[in-house]
């Protein structure tokens, strides 16, 4: 009661459409009037899409007015991290759509030197292209987030184990088996990260990644007291 929740699917580097849904979101707040409103973000800022610096850019500088910005990791920050810290994750980070954030930086891969070990060479102009600001941004991701009977999170939980105990790892990167349990959480879980052509609600869990990135809408889940509906642009 008195919380109003928007909860915003993997958005991959497409500013434009994160801007057209947050216009529509606070339209569509300022007609409730709950007093206190919640904007959770479920990860994949960056990756794939043109404009993954940009998406941090906005997120940071034009927060949605009036509202808690809750910010949760996704495993394409976490491949971002990891990068950071070993230049030898560069080839997985890579096949999964790096070079489109590394671009998006100003980072140029044309340009590594033939006698340059590509990965460091890399690595060093990424972080010479990184502002403090975003690497405290990445670093202060959440793995979770709880308001009331729902737990958001990335990509969901491993069913069989409390939501206490969760692994890290399964928190950002796990599909199945939970994408097809049955299992009562004791929480509705609410997650991104397996894209889907319309948003997936179950009785356990609701699915809003809707493939922004791939030509699909971006979607927002909102909850207020005991409803959820959709907003999607």
């Not at 790096?98 to 930086?105: F, I, R």
């Not at 044309?110 to 670093?139: I, K």
Request: proline fraction near 5%; hydrophobic fraction near 40%.
């Amino acid at each position: 009661m008195g919380t109003r929740v928007y909860a915003i699917g993997d958005i991959h580097g497409r500013r434009d459409m994160l801007e057209e849904l947050h216009a529509v979101i606070i339209e569509d707040a300022r007609r409730s009037s709950t007093p206190h409103k919640v904007a959770v973000y479920l990860g994949d800022y960056v990756d794939r899409g043109p404009e993954s610096r940009e998406v941090v850019d906005y997120l940071i500088e034009e927060p949605l007015p009036g509202f808690t910005s809750v910010h949760l990791m996704g495993n394409h920050e976490a491949f971002l991290l990891q990068f950071l810290d070993d230049s030898t994750t560069l080839r997985s980070w890579m096949m999964n759509g790096g070079d489109a954030t590394l671009a998006s930086y100003g980072v140029d891969l044309l340009e590594v030197p033939d006698n340059a070990d590509r990965g460091q060479w890399l690595r060093e102009a990424f972080l010479a292209s990184l502002s403090q600001e975003h690497r405290e941004f990445y670093c202060a991701l959440q793995l979770h987030h709880v308001e009331g009977d729902y737990f958001f999170v990335h990509a969901g939980i491993r069913p069989g184990v409390p939501i206490v105990d969760q692994d890290p790892f399964d928190l950002i990167w796990i599909r199945e088996p939970f994408l097809s349990s049955a299992e009562d959480f004791g929480k509705i879980v609410v997650h991104g990260h397996t894209p889907v052509s319309r948003p997936v609600r179950q009785f356990n869990k609701i699915g809003i990644d809707t493939g922004a990135v791939y030509g699909g809408p971006l979607t927002a889940l909102i909850l207020d007291d005991r409803s959820q509906s959709f907003l999607q642009v």
